[in-house]
């Protein structure tokens, strides 16, 4: 697992269980207001990465693809939300501001499928991961964050995933 720099990390997953297993430990790291980009082709493995986030934030409803619906909600019984968005079908992003980004991040946690779609209305600072298709069953990791929350973010889940 080569250490890029100390705001970004690489990680190749060999199966979904894997890329779940990653996102899982990224959830249990997230707060109200953090924000998570999840760039990527198609089958890149973008959903599949948030079924783990979702159980690792202490969701009690099951994970779909918002394509359609442009954003889902996963309640955690303690507290807040996390709110799972789809810009694939954004004609622009102005239609992204107005399903009030700026609310979601004030109830809970907000993560996008597609973001590059959206870029001119997203805030400066997130998480942003690049996902890229390696072969059938392997997808490669880029996490990149920015900003100094989100580098601690970064910092503390590669110490959960690497242990170092
Ligand atoms: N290592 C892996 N990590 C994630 N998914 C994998 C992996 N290997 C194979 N897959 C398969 O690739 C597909 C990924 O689909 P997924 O819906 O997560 O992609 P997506 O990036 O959300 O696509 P879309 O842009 O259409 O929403 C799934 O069928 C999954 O089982
Ligand atoms: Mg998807």
């Not at 190749?12 to 899982?24: A, F, K, N, W, Y």
Request: charged share 25%; glycine share 8%.
């Amino acid at each position: 697992m080569p250490i890029l720099a100390s705001n970004s990390v690489e990680f190749i997953s060999h199966s979904p269980e894997q890329t779940r297993r990653l996102g899982l430990r990224l959830g249990t790291l997230l707060d109200v207001a953090d924000l998570i980009c999840l760039a990527g082709d198609m089958g890149a493995g973008k959903t599949t990465f948030v079924q783990g986030l979702a159980q690792g934030w202490g969701s009690i409803d099951s994970v779909s693809s918002p394509t359609y619906v442009l954003v889902n909600q996963y309640r955690n019984p303690v507290h807040d939300v996390l709110h799972h968005m789809d810009c694939y079908r954004l004609m622009s992003a102005a239609e992204a501001w107005d399903l009030d980004m700026d609310v979601m991040l004030e109830q809970g946690a907000l993560v996008i499928e597609w973001p590059d779609k959206i870029r001119e209305v997203l805030p400066n600072e997130c998480i942003w991961v690049e996902l890229s298709w390696v072969d059938e069953e392997k997808r490669k990791f880029m996490f990149h964050a920015t900003g100094r929350h989100y580098e601690e973010l970064l910092t503390s889940f590669r110490k959960s995933a690497f242990g170092g």
